[in-house]
Structures are given as C-alpha cells and as structure tokens.
C-alpha cells in the first residue's frame, strides 16, 4: 500500500538523453552521489572514506544518515520541478507505480529446471563437438575459432575467402559477414554452427546454472532495472559487483532463444501457471497512431493482418489471397506473408535498403539481392504515405527544440553538440523514441492497471521481455486471472492518464503454460 518514488527515477526524467557514443567514460548514471556531486557540490565525495566493513560504526551510520537526508532532498526538489508540468509529472507517477512489482520480482528470482538445463547442455555440447570435429579436417581448432585474429587468418588466408567489410583492428568476422560467407562456402556454414552453440551454451546454460547455484534457491535472480534505457524500457543485470566481486546473479534473458528447449528451463512454481500477456503489434500500432496513415490504422482494426496486406503489396498478390494462404499452410503465400512482416518491422525507421538486405539475412534467414530490397522499401514507402511524412515532422520538432516526447510525456533531451557532430542518430532519436517510449509509457501502465487483479488472484508479476508482461497464476484461479486481466489490459485508462483517446484498439494477446517453453495461446 505504501507508495514508492525513486528520486534518481525522477532526475533521470528531468534530464533523460542518448549515448550516442560508445565510451562510458564521463556518462551521467542517475546516481545518487552523481547528483551530490552536481547539486550539493559541497557534500562532493562524501563516501570517501567510509569503511563499510571496519568498525568505526560511528562514521557508517552517519554516512548512511547522509544518504538518507540527501535522498530526500533531492527527491523533492526533482519532484517539485516535474510538478510544474502535470503530464510529465503523472508519467513519473505511473512508472514509479511499477517499483513494487519490479521489486518483488527481482527478490523472488526465476524458478529454474535444472535437469532441463543439463539436458539442453548436452545438446549444445553435441552439436559444438560434431562441427568442430568436421571444421578439424579443414585445419580449424577450437583455439583459432575463439579467436578473431586467428579466424581472420582461417578464413581469408589459409580458406582464401574474400573479405566482405573491415573494421579497426582488420577484416571483419561478425555474425553479418559469417551469416554471408555461409552461403558460398559449407565450412563458413559449421563456424557459424559450432559459434553459436558454443555461445548459446554459455549464455544460456553456464551462466543461468551458475546463478542458481550462487542464490542457492533453485531460482535465478536477474534484476530488472526500470527505465533503463533512454526510451524507458526496462533493462536487465545479469551480473552484480566488479572485478572479483562480480557474481553471477541471472543470464541474459532479453536474447533467450524462442526455441522451446531454451524457454523450458524457465518454469512456473508448483501449483501456478505462467501467464503472458502480450501488447499485439505494439509498435505497428504506435507508429499508425502517430503518424496518422490511415492505411496504418485500418489494418490495426480487428480481424486485419499488416503482414499479409504488405506482403500481398510486395509480391503482387491480393491481400486476401495471402491473408487466407498464408494461414492454411501455402508456402509461397506463408513466405510473402514473412517478407511483409519482415517490412513492417524493419522499415518503419527509416532503415536502409542496404540495411534491410542484413536485417533479413541475420534476423530472418531471408536472402535477397539489394535490388529486391530497395522494391521492399519503395512499395512499403508507397503503402504507407504519411509515415515519411511523421519523419519529417519528428526530425524538424527535435531541431527546433531540442527534445521529443512520448504519448504519456516522457522526454528526451539532446545537445547542440549532438545536433551538429551526430545528426543521423539526432534524427534517428527523433523518430524512434515516441514510438518505443510510448511503448514502455504502456507497459508501466499495465502494470498499475494490473495491481488490484493480481492483488485479488494472488498472482505476481514475473518479468518484462520485448512486448510482453509475465505473470504467475495459481493453477485455480488461472481462468479468472486470464479474463479479468485481459479486459483490464485491453481498456488501459488511456484518456484518464495520458490525457489521449485511441483511435484504434490496442488489444493484449494470452498464453497461459507452465513453463516458458510450453505456453499456448488463449482465445478470449
């Protein structure tokens, strides 16, 4: 009941900006003591001298009464500043509303199979040591495959492939160039089989098994970090301390395969269901509302399906016959139906042909010559009209004042400096952020919303991935909880916290299972 403020939540609020750059040197972090530093600059460094773990119990406590003082302080006069302007302050309010759910999730931790996760070991380990054992008859080793330089060597001296790009240090090795010379060449083909396995089997096996075994309760403990990202999305910290103090407390769980033997390692506590809700087309459907494209907004009305109607554009088909096609089974029709997806996820911001080509080949196994890729864009470009249009708009608004903002009020700021030295990622930003704050500005008011039906089902927020929320459910109540919170999350009060009315539904798809790799789709 007790209601929460983060007083670095809130500066970060008044003074939310992009990196664009890749030296962390001298960034702002929204710490306490940076905000010492910078608006008490008498009380600069306060910790200094502070042993946290002598005896002089006398300077700790009135270090930590510092703190105490300064965190009130601060938190005031951040709040005060917002409160000047009533929107931005409500949308501070509504995402500290998430602290306790985010909070709890982050002390209960991830229940964890761990005889799935040896299972899933031995299968990586398998299909590591069968690719490395053909990639040992071409001279390749283990050694020389960990390493870029050694790779490097392999590939466009000893193989004699030609180098695609360069980077500082020499011919690349990425993930996009490997991904490229695999399709010419059956060797590059098994690197990119034994690296990945090799990369899934630490990421997603060593890393979860260590940090079950360091908490020592059977759950991993990933911390979800609220507004981590200058978009307000919510981040995850795998790791805790440094240097050797570093622990592994959870795994990189934004890359999870969707493989179903990857997400089955994550499973619900005896006597619950996992439940997803999921925001449909999220983003589709933030750039139609704000760029106004009525194409856009049709096809976010119910029944309507964008990746078939933009593939049906590309490919010269109706959008009926690939609507229907595509979803009884058709392949020529299920793969226009792909390219379109393809489309409207990658296009809407502003991506290159260039870009699309490694978009499709990387992400999506799909191959196309760079003439097919600038048709892509020109046909999405002809479909959508107003969408350039919004990139205009977007792009003069940031130049003439410096900062952009979400739906639900959430700012970004940019420098002069950044206009004039990174103008691409300016306009980038410009274009971007509305669509995926106002993302995240939902999700934290999902999350309010949520608050009384959890309260009533005994149900508890698990973690946030990409556009969805994850819930566990006791196996009883899981029907009602289903119905209930998705009327909730269907009819956000929009109007009564953002001051906006949808133009359009903006629905929550259901999947109810008992683990993450089990879930199914609800039809309510």
């Not at 997803?276 to 976010?300: H, N, V, Y």
């Not at 088909?317 to 996820?345: I, S």
Request: charged share 25%.
């Amino acid at each position: 009941r007790v209601r929460w403020f983060d007083g670095m939540l809130l500066w970060r609020h008044l003074r939310n900006t992009p990196d664009y750059s890749d030296n962390k040197k001298g960034r702002l972090s929204f710490s306490l003591k940076d905000a010492v530093r910078q608006y008490l600059p008498q009380f600069a460094d306060y910790e200094k001298d502070i042993d946290f773990f002598g005896p002089d119990v006398v300077n700790l406590m009135y270090y930590n009464a510092l703190d105490t003082r300064f965190t009130l302080l601060l938190t005031k006069a951040f709040y005060d500043v917002l409160a000047k302007e009533p929107k931005r302050l409500r949308a501070a309010k509504i995402e500290a509303a998430s602290l306790f759910h985010v909070g709890l999730a982050n002390v209960s931790g991830i229940p964890i199979d761990c005889e799935a996760l040896k299972q899933l070991d031995a299968k990586l380990e398998a299909e590591a040591r069968e690719a490395l054992e053909q990639l040992e008859q071409h001279g390749a080793t283990a050694d020389i495959l960990a390493s870029p330089t050694k790779l490097r060597g392999l590939l466009f001296d000893t193989w004699g492939l030609k180098p695609l790009k360069k980077t500082k240090t020499g011919d690349s090795t990425d993930k996009e160039v490997l991904s490229e010379l695999a399709q010419k060449d059956s060797k590059v083909a098994l690197i990119r089989a034994y690296r990945e396995a090799v990369g899934n089997r630490t990421k997603f096996v060593e890393n979860l098994l260590e940090s079950v075994q360091y908490n020592g309760t059977g759950r991993s403990h990933p911390q979800a970090r609220i507004f981590g990202t200058y978009s307000g999305r919510i981040t995850i910290s795998s790791q805790q301390g440094k240097g050797k103090n570093c622990r592994q407390i959870g795994w990189a769980q934004h890359q999870m395969k969707r493989d179903a033997q990857f997400r089955g390692v994550v499973v619900a506590p005896e006597g619950y269901n996992l439940v997803e809700f999921d925001a449909a087309g999220q983003e589709f459907r933030w750039m139609a509302i704000l760029s106004g494209d009525p194409t856009m907004l049709k096809l976010c009305l119910p029944g309507e399906d964008p990746h078939a109607y933009m593939g049906a554009q590309i490919d010269g088909h109706t959008y009926e016959e690939v609507r229907y096609g595509a979803k009884h089974g058709d392949k020529k029709l299920k793969a226009a139906r792909q390219m379109g997806k393809v489309a409207n996820l990658s296009l809407q911001y502003r991506t290159s042909a260039e870009k699309l080509q490694v978009v499709a080949k990387v992400q999506h196994g799909i191959e196309m010559p760079l003439s097919r890729a600038q048709q892509v864009k020109a046909v999405y470009l002809g479909s959508y009209q107003c969408v350039p249009q919004y990139w205009a708009r977007q792009i003069a608004t940031i130049k003439s004042r410096r900062w952009v903002e979400t739906l639900a009020g959430r700012r970004v700021y940019v420098s002069d400096e950044q206009v004039m030295q990174q103008p691409w990622s300016v306009e980038s930003t410009s274009i971007n952020f509305p669509i995926q704050g106002t993302g995240a500005d939902q999700k934290y008011l999902a999350l309010l919303a949520a608050t009384p039906v959890l309260n009533q089902y005994g149900a508890q927020f698990l973690f946030d991935l990409h556009d969805g929320l994850y819930f566990i459910v006791p196996k009883a109540h899981t029907d009602r909880f289903i119905e209930d919170m998705h009327s909730v999350l269907c009819n956000l009060p929009y109007e009564k916290a953002w001051g906006f009315v949808p133009p359009i539904p903006l629905p929550f798809d259901c999947k109810v299972g008992t683990t993450w790799g089990n879930l199914t789709e609800v039809d309510i």
